[in-house]
Protein backbone atom coordinates (compact mmCIF):
# COMPACT_ATOMS: atom_id res chain seq x y z
CA UNK A 1 0.00 0.00 0.00
CA UNK A 2 0.77 4.08 0.28
CA UNK A 3 1.51 3.57 3.95
CA UNK A 4 1.95 1.79 6.83
CA UNK A 5 -1.59 0.47 7.70
CA UNK A 6 -2.49 0.01 10.87
CA UNK A 7 -5.59 -1.98 12.40
CA UNK A 8 -7.75 -1.27 14.37
CA UNK A 9 -7.41 2.44 14.68
CA UNK A 10 -9.64 2.49 18.24
CA UNK A 11 -10.27 -0.89 20.69
CA UNK A 12 -11.54 -0.89 23.53
CA UNK A 13 -11.25 -4.23 25.65
CA UNK A 14 -11.92 -5.09 29.08
CA UNK A 15 -9.01 -5.43 31.68
CA UNK A 16 -7.85 -9.16 31.45
CA UNK A 17 -8.94 -9.52 27.81
CA UNK A 18 -6.02 -10.47 24.98
CA UNK A 19 -5.95 -7.86 22.34
CA UNK A 20 -4.22 -8.30 18.89
CA UNK A 21 -3.03 -5.00 17.05
CA UNK A 22 -2.15 -5.73 13.07
CA UNK A 23 0.56 -3.81 11.25
CA UNK A 24 1.05 -3.50 7.67
CA UNK A 25 4.10 -2.42 6.50
CA UNK A 26 5.02 -0.41 3.12
CA UNK A 27 5.53 -2.86 1.00
CA UNK A 28 9.46 -3.50 0.28
CA UNK A 29 10.31 -2.48 3.84
CA UNK A 30 12.72 -4.79 5.45
CA UNK A 31 12.22 -3.06 9.49
CA UNK A 32 9.35 -2.49 11.19
CA UNK A 33 9.25 -0.89 14.79
CA UNK A 34 6.40 -0.83 17.64
CA UNK A 35 6.33 1.86 19.39
CA UNK A 36 4.14 3.06 22.65
CA UNK A 37 2.74 6.79 23.21
CA UNK A 38 0.97 6.96 26.25
CA UNK A 39 -1.14 10.37 27.28
CA UNK A 40 1.61 12.91 28.12
CA UNK A 41 4.61 10.42 27.29
CA UNK A 42 7.09 10.70 24.25
CA UNK A 43 7.01 7.70 22.32
CA UNK A 44 8.72 4.32 24.00
CA UNK A 45 10.17 2.07 21.79
CA UNK A 46 8.76 -1.67 22.05
CA UNK A 47 10.16 -3.89 19.24
CA UNK A 48 11.97 -4.02 15.96
CA UNK A 49 12.14 -6.49 13.39
CA UNK A 50 14.56 -6.56 10.58
CA UNK A 51 13.26 -9.38 8.23
CA UNK A 52 11.08 -11.82 10.59
CA UNK A 53 13.40 -11.66 12.96
CA UNK A 54 13.24 -9.81 15.99
CA UNK A 55 17.06 -8.38 17.01
CA UNK A 56 15.70 -6.18 19.49
CA UNK A 57 12.61 -6.93 22.26
CA UNK A 58 14.33 -4.44 24.30
CA UNK A 59 11.38 -2.55 24.97
CA UNK A 60 8.81 -5.03 25.64
CA UNK A 61 7.52 -4.34 29.40
CA UNK A 62 6.30 -7.83 30.44
CA UNK A 63 5.87 -10.89 29.12
CA UNK A 64 2.48 -10.24 28.54
CA UNK A 65 3.60 -8.54 25.22
CA UNK A 66 4.64 -10.56 22.43
CA UNK A 67 4.89 -9.68 18.43
CA UNK A 68 5.39 -11.39 15.30
CA UNK A 69 6.13 -10.75 11.88
CA UNK A 70 5.10 -13.30 9.18
CA UNK A 71 6.28 -13.08 5.41
CA UNK A 72 8.50 -10.04 6.29
CA UNK A 73 5.66 -8.04 6.23
CA UNK A 74 2.40 -7.97 8.32
CA UNK A 75 2.94 -8.02 12.00
CA UNK A 76 1.27 -8.61 14.87
CA UNK A 77 1.46 -7.09 18.45
CA UNK A 78 -0.27 -9.33 21.36
CA UNK A 79 -1.54 -8.51 24.49
CA UNK A 80 -2.29 -10.86 27.16
CA UNK A 81 -4.49 -10.22 30.01
CA UNK A 82 -4.71 -6.18 29.61
CA UNK A 83 -4.23 -3.96 32.42
CA UNK A 84 -5.69 -0.44 32.56
CA UNK A 85 -1.69 0.95 32.21
CA UNK A 86 -1.54 -0.64 28.67
CA UNK A 87 -3.76 2.22 27.52
CA UNK A 88 -1.92 3.77 25.00
CA UNK A 89 -1.52 4.92 21.21
CA UNK A 90 0.24 1.68 19.37
CA UNK A 91 2.38 2.94 16.78
CA UNK A 92 3.87 1.14 13.85
CA UNK A 93 6.97 2.41 11.43
CA UNK A 94 8.88 0.76 8.91
CA UNK A 95 11.92 1.63 7.06
CA UNK A 96 13.76 0.42 3.77
CA UNK A 97 16.50 -0.15 5.40
CA UNK A 98 18.62 -1.69 8.45
CA UNK A 99 19.04 0.98 10.47
CA UNK A 100 16.42 4.13 11.76
CA UNK A 101 17.53 6.03 8.00
CA UNK A 102 13.67 7.02 7.71
CA UNK A 103 10.85 5.68 9.52
CA UNK A 104 7.18 5.82 7.75
CA UNK A 105 4.71 5.91 10.71
CA UNK A 106 1.42 4.92 10.71
CA UNK A 107 -1.17 6.19 12.34
CA UNK A 108 -1.93 4.25 15.13
CA UNK A 109 -3.99 2.61 16.96
CA UNK A 110 -5.96 3.96 20.26
CA UNK A 111 -6.26 0.94 22.71
CA UNK A 112 -8.83 2.05 25.63
CA UNK A 113 -8.79 -0.45 28.66
CA UNK A 114 -11.22 -0.51 30.84
CA UNK B 1 20.43 3.56 28.48
CA UNK B 2 19.75 6.39 26.29
CA UNK B 3 17.13 9.58 27.66
CA UNK B 4 16.35 12.45 25.01
CA UNK B 5 14.75 15.54 27.03
CA UNK B 6 12.71 18.01 25.24
CA UNK B 7 12.21 20.90 27.73
CA UNK B 8 9.05 23.06 26.23
CA UNK B 9 6.39 21.14 26.67
CA UNK B 10 4.20 23.74 25.41
CA UNK B 11 4.87 26.47 23.40
CA UNK B 12 2.22 29.48 21.69
CA UNK B 13 4.09 31.69 18.85
CA UNK B 14 2.39 34.07 17.26
CA UNK B 15 2.98 34.09 13.17
CA UNK B 16 6.32 35.40 12.20
CA UNK B 17 7.65 34.65 15.62
CA UNK B 18 11.02 32.55 15.49
CA UNK B 19 11.35 29.47 17.27
CA UNK B 20 13.93 27.46 18.82
CA UNK B 21 13.30 23.89 20.58
CA UNK B 22 14.92 22.28 23.01
CA UNK B 23 16.36 18.82 22.79
CA UNK B 24 18.99 16.92 24.79
CA UNK B 25 20.38 13.49 25.02
CA UNK B 26 22.59 11.52 27.39
CA UNK B 27 24.46 9.22 25.68
CA UNK B 28 27.90 10.87 24.74
CA UNK B 29 29.35 8.57 22.06
CA UNK B 30 28.35 9.10 18.14
CA UNK B 31 24.74 9.25 17.31
CA UNK B 32 22.15 9.72 14.94
CA UNK B 33 19.76 12.71 15.69
CA UNK B 34 16.28 13.84 14.34
CA UNK B 35 13.27 15.76 14.57
CA UNK B 36 9.89 14.41 13.51
CA UNK B 37 6.48 16.72 13.32
CA UNK B 38 2.94 15.22 13.69
CA UNK B 39 0.53 17.76 11.81
CA UNK B 40 -2.78 17.64 13.82
CA UNK B 41 -4.58 14.36 12.11
CA UNK B 42 -1.92 12.96 10.60
CA UNK B 43 1.00 10.79 10.74
CA UNK B 44 4.42 11.54 12.17
CA UNK B 45 6.65 12.22 9.70
CA UNK B 46 10.28 13.10 9.16
CA UNK B 47 11.58 16.43 9.44
CA UNK B 48 14.82 16.46 9.44
CA UNK B 49 18.09 14.23 10.03
CA UNK B 50 21.48 14.55 10.93
CA UNK B 51 24.01 11.57 10.40
CA UNK B 52 27.34 13.17 10.32
CA UNK B 53 29.32 16.33 8.24
CA UNK B 54 27.98 19.90 8.66
CA UNK B 55 26.42 20.02 12.25
CA UNK B 56 23.67 22.81 10.76
CA UNK B 57 20.70 20.47 9.12
CA UNK B 58 18.21 21.71 6.92
CA UNK B 59 15.28 20.43 6.77
CA UNK B 60 11.71 20.87 5.07
CA UNK B 61 9.73 24.09 5.48
CA UNK B 62 12.19 26.55 6.56
CA UNK B 63 13.36 24.24 9.51
CA UNK B 64 16.74 24.20 10.35
CA UNK B 65 18.56 22.39 13.98
CA UNK B 66 22.31 22.43 15.08
CA UNK B 67 24.21 19.66 16.35
CA UNK B 68 26.80 21.10 19.09
CA UNK B 69 28.39 17.75 20.88
CA UNK B 70 29.52 19.71 23.71
CA UNK B 71 26.26 20.38 24.58
CA UNK B 72 24.80 17.12 23.85
CA UNK B 73 22.01 18.99 22.00
CA UNK B 74 19.82 19.05 18.53
CA UNK B 75 17.83 21.94 18.86
CA UNK B 76 15.26 22.76 16.02
CA UNK B 77 14.62 26.49 14.60
CA UNK B 78 12.55 28.33 12.64
CA UNK B 79 13.32 32.05 11.85
CA UNK B 80 9.43 32.53 10.90
CA UNK B 81 6.66 30.41 11.96
CA UNK B 82 3.44 30.04 10.24
CA UNK B 83 -0.06 29.01 11.07
CA UNK B 84 0.30 25.81 9.20
CA UNK B 85 3.49 25.00 11.60
CA UNK B 86 0.75 24.41 14.22
CA UNK B 87 2.06 20.66 15.40
CA UNK B 88 3.88 18.31 18.02
CA UNK B 89 7.55 17.90 17.23
CA UNK B 90 9.53 14.94 18.69
CA UNK B 91 13.55 14.60 18.70
CA UNK B 92 14.47 11.40 18.84
CA UNK B 93 18.46 9.85 19.04
CA UNK B 94 19.23 6.88 17.61
CA UNK B 95 23.10 5.97 18.89
CA UNK B 96 25.56 3.19 17.73
CA UNK B 97 25.01 1.09 21.30
CA UNK B 98 21.36 0.17 20.55
CA UNK B 99 21.17 -0.99 17.30
CA UNK B 100 18.13 0.41 15.23
CA UNK B 101 16.36 1.56 18.19
CA UNK B 102 15.56 5.09 18.25
CA UNK B 103 14.67 6.90 21.53
CA UNK B 104 11.99 9.57 21.20
CA UNK B 105 11.38 12.72 23.47
CA UNK B 106 8.35 13.36 25.35
CA UNK B 107 7.31 16.05 22.55
CA UNK B 108 6.54 19.75 22.54
CA UNK B 109 3.14 20.45 21.24
CA UNK B 110 3.09 24.15 19.08
CA UNK B 111 0.28 26.08 18.34
CA UNK B 112 1.01 29.19 16.35
CA UNK B 113 -1.67 31.82 16.45
CA UNK B 114 -2.81 33.80 13.39
Known amino acids: GAGVSQSPSNKVTEKGKDVELRCDPI?????LYWYRQSLGQGLEFLIYFQGNSAPDKSGLPSDRFSAERTGGSVSTLTIQRTQQEDSAVYLCASSEDRGPEKLFFGSGTQLSVL | AQSVSQHNHHVILSEAASLELGCNYS??????LFWYVQYPGQHLQLLLK??????LVKGIKGFEAEFIKSKFSFNLRKPSVQWSDTAEYFC????????????FGGGTRLMVKP
Open chain 1, 27 to 31: SGHTA
Open chain 2, 92 to 103: AVNDNNAGNMLT
Open chain 2, 27 to 32: YGGTVN
Open chain 2, 50 to 55: YFSGDP
